[in-house]
């Protein structure tokens, strides 16, 4: 079992350290080794603390041995996205700007994970400041798909997802403020959540670029996986008052009863490659099969205003960060500093009319959802492109731009809804794509219930890449 430990699941591995079968040591040196083998070709990692991981890892084992574990991640390797803070690590955020700075204290998700035992590796690749759809910078480079390295796992948590997907570590936490959780799970084969706002508190963190849009989630290869994650860090914390009010999410999944689902296969004449629409339509009629209501149809809210006034979030916070850093200009990429400057023209009444463009859309948005449970699209437009490229230029033939690969999942971010993105099955070539499952403020639990479902009926869930090193 030694030599496979990676394949184990999240409640597999437990099992195994509580039943002393495995030792927390013994489960982090087969992740090392297999970080130190693989992520040569793949470049997952900014930063591996290995000695820290092993002092976390025996601390788990003297646990386990007098019989008082904390929870079910106790002694299990996890990865943190590189615009995450973890005390004593590097928090570079994919920017010269940051080259230098390490964090002193946990940012509150990752202490959460510290609290129940989670033993924190290192940090994954970003692009710069989080704000690109691929993995790449001017300070570690890019991160390769572990499908196929020559292409992009996508981004922004895309160091995230592949050393996920490539067995480097059982989960990682990510972040999703446009979809950078779910386009870059989908383009891997694994399954990543983006929950309601407020569901993970936060506090602690970088300056925020997108309000209240982004949000932390978790990684990781199954929909259990995912939901023994939330059952640790979905909980309400003083630090963060928007994470009152919600249901605990169960740590075992149940049978979903009857939902009534929209599956929209594209957004107005938006390309999309007709592949992806194959397979995420063949995705919807296996829920059909489950027993589920599926209405076909296009996505009944407008868009426009939310897609035209996004950038103003990202623009006004880059903007705000060259006001308090007189290197910003000196040490961003030109684009970003085009973007800080641009966000300095803007008044506090574009600010101001665009949260409550987001407000009005949030309404219109919990109006959709009194009449469907869930809405289905596919998680990305495009399959994954060349590793070094920012965006695949052409989508089904059609000039697509910077952002047409990612037309599906902006608006989720935008209502604050929890939104998975789940294995819909391999294209002709191999590669994976990811179908989208987003539901109500605050069903979390019920939309993991769904996706559990789905899951199990589904032939192709858990599969493993073949990498060129094993």
């Known amino acids: 079992m030694k030599d496979s430990i990676y394949r184990l699941n999240l409640r597999q591995l437990g099992a195994a350290l509580r039943e002393g079968s495995l030792s927390a040591i013994a489960v982090l040196e087969h992740y090392l080794d297999r970080i130190g083998r693989l992520d040569g070709e793949l470049n997952c990692f900014v930063h591996v603390d290995a000695e820290g991981a092993r002092a976390a890892a025996r601390q788990a084992d003297e646990r386990f041995a007098t019989g008082k574990p904390l929870g079910p991640l106790d002694g299990i390797p996890v990865a943190i996205k590189d615009n995450l803070l973890v005390a004593g690590m590097p928090c570079v955020w994919g ?28 940090k994954t690749n970003v692009p710069e400041f989080t704000l690109r759809g691929f993995t790449g910078n001017a300070v570690f480079g890019s991160t390769g798909n572990p499908w196929n390295p020559a292409l992009t796992p996508g981004g922004s948590s895309g160091g995230s997802v592949a050393a996920v997907a490539a067995g480097l570590v059982p989960y990682s936490l990510g972040t999703d403020g446009g979809g950078s959780i779910r386009r870059p799970a989908g383009y891997v084969g694994i399954v990543g959540l983006k929950p309601s706002i407020g569901r993970i508190p936060r506090q602690g963190g970088l300056p925020p670029l997108l309000a209240d849009c982004e949000v932390v989630g978790p990684l990781a290869r199954t929909i259990d996986d995912i939901r023994l994650i939330m059952s640790v860090i979905g909980c309400a914390n003083s630090e963060d008052p928007r994470s009152f009010g919600f249901p605990a999410i169960d740590a075992a999944s149940a049978m979903p009863e009857r939902k009534r689902i929209l599956f929209v296969e594209r957004f107005g004449d938006a390309p999309v490659d007709p592949e992806i629409v194959a397979l995420c339509a063949r995705a919807a009629d296996r829920f059909a099969a489950l027993g589920h209501e599926v209405e076909r149809g296009p996505l009944p809210l407008d868009l426009a205003s939310v897609n035209a006034g996004w950038p ?45 463009t987001l407000d009005a859309f949030r309404v219109a948005a919990a109006r959709l959802f ?6 289905l699209t596919p998680a990305s437009a495009a399959h994954p492109w060349p590793r070094d490229s920012q965006f695949p230029p052409v989508i089904d033939g059609k000039e697509a731009g910077p952002r047409g690969h990612a037309v599906f999942t902006n608006w989720v971010n935008a209502c604050g809804h929890p939104g998975i993105s789940i294995p819909a099955g391999p294209g002709a070539g191999g590669m994976p794509a990811g179908l989208q499952a987003v539901a ?16 199990q009926a589904h032939p192709w869930a858990n599969r493993w890449p073949e990498l060129a090193v094993r």
């Open 440 to 455: 109500a403020f605050g069903a979390d639990d019920a939309l993991l219930d769904l996706a559990a479902s789905f899951e």
């Open 95 to 122: 920017t010269k700007l940051y080259r230098d700075y390490i964090a002193a204290e946990d940012e509150l998700p990752v202490r959460l994970l510290r609290q129940a035992g989670a033993v924190v590796v290192g």
């Open 312 to 356: 103003i979030l990202a623009n006004t916070g880059l903007a705000k960060m060259a006001a308090l850093d007189a290197r910003f200009h000196q040490l961003v990429s030109a684009p970003f500093s085009e973007q800080a400057k641009a966000g300095a023209k803007l008044s506090a009444t574009n600010y101001l009319t665009f949260i409550e």
């Open 370 to 375: 009194e009449d469907f449970d869930v809405v």
